[in-house]
C-alpha cells in the first residue's frame, strides 16, 4: 500500500515537499515512480528513482525545480517541489514499478502495479 | 516518444468485445526482445491501475478477459468481454525512454 500526503494550496513561486509511506512489501527492493495528473487531463510521468537512490531521473517539464528522494529506513519517498507553477496544479500519484534497466540516459521499466490514492496540489495566489 | 491513442472514445454493448489501439513514434523494443508498453486503466474518481505490462503480459488479480498484444510500433487492449466494471479511461504508457502516456480512451456503456 502507498499513502501520498503533504498537497495542499500554494502561492506561485511558492514550495512544497510531498511524501509517500509505503508499507505491506519490501520498500528498499522496488524503484519508485512519481505520476500527476492536472484537473480533467491525462497523466504525466514526473520522477523516477531507483532503490537504493543511486538513479534518479525527472521530467523535462519539472528538471531543476523538483528533487526526488527516499529514505528506506522509514519506506518512504518524497518530491520536494520548488518555484511551482500554475501548470504544477496536478494530483500526485506515486507508484511502485516491477523493474527495469539501466542505460546512459534512462532507466527503462515496466509495470507501475502499485499506486497511491494521490494527494492534490493546488498553485495559486 | 509520441503515444498516439484510437479511439478517443469509445462505447460499448455490455458483453460486446471492446479493443483500443496504441501506437508509438519509435519502436518500444528493446534489445533484450521486451516490448516496454504497458496498459492502464483508471476508473472514474480513482488511481490508475495496472492492466498489461511488457505489451502482453497480465498482472496477478487482473482477469483474463483483458488482454494485449502488438510490438515495436503498433499495440492493441483487448476486452473479451466488456463489462459495467470497466467503465473508466484506458491509457497505454511507453518506458523504454524517458515514460509517456497515451492520451487515454475513455471507455463507456452504451
Known amino acids: 500500500q502507498l499513502v501520498e500526503s503533504g498537497g495542499g494550496l500554494v502561492k506561485p513561486g511558492g514550495s512544497l515537499r510531498l511524501s509517500c509511506a509505503a508499507s505491506?512489501?519490501?520498500?528498499?527492493?522496488?524503484?519508485m515512480n512519481w505520476v500527476r495528473q492536472a484537473p480533467g487531463k491525462g497523466l504525466e510521468w514526473v520522477s523516477s528513482i531507483s532503490s537504493s537512490s543511486s538513479h534518479i531521473y525527472y521530467a523535462d517539464s519539472v528538471k531543476g525545480r523538483f528533487t526526488i528522494s527516499r529514505d528506506n529506513a522509514k519506506n518512504s519517498l518524497y518530491l520536494q517541489m520548488n518555484s511551482l507553477r500554475a501548470e504544477d496544479a496536478a494530483v500526485y500519484y506515486c507508484a511502485r514499478d516491477m523493474g527495469g534497466g539501466y542505460s546512459d540516459e534512462y532507466y527503462y521499466f515496466y509495470g507501475m502495479d502499485v499506486w497511491g490514492q494521490g494527494t492534490t496540489v493546488t498553485v495559486s495566489s | 516518444i509520441v503515444m498516439t491513442q484510437s479511439p478517443l472514445s469509445l462505447p460499448v454493448t455490455p458483453g460486446e468485445p471492446a479493443s483500443i489501439s496504441c501506437r508509438s513514434s519509435q519502436s518500444l523494443l528493446h534489445s533484450n526482445g521486451y516490448n516496454y508498453l504497458d496498459w492502464y486503466l483508471q476508473r472514474p474518481g480513482q488511481s490508475p491501475q495496472l492492466l498489461i505490462f511488457l505489451g502482453s503480459n497480465r498482472p496477478s488479480g487482473v482477469p483474463d478477459r483483458f488482454s494485449g498484444s502488438g510490438s515495436g510500433t503498433e499495440f492493441t487492449l483487448k476486452i473479451s468481454r466488456v463489462g459495467a466494471e470497466d467503465v473508466g479511461v484506458y491509457y497505454c504508457?511507453?518506458?523504454?525512454?524517458?515514460?509517456?502516456f497515451g492520451g487515454g480512451t475513455r471507455v463507456e456503456i452504451k
Open positions: 505491506g512489501f519490501t520498500f528498499s527492493d522496488f524503484s
Open positions: 504508457m511507453q518506458a523504454l525512454r524517458t515514460p509517456t
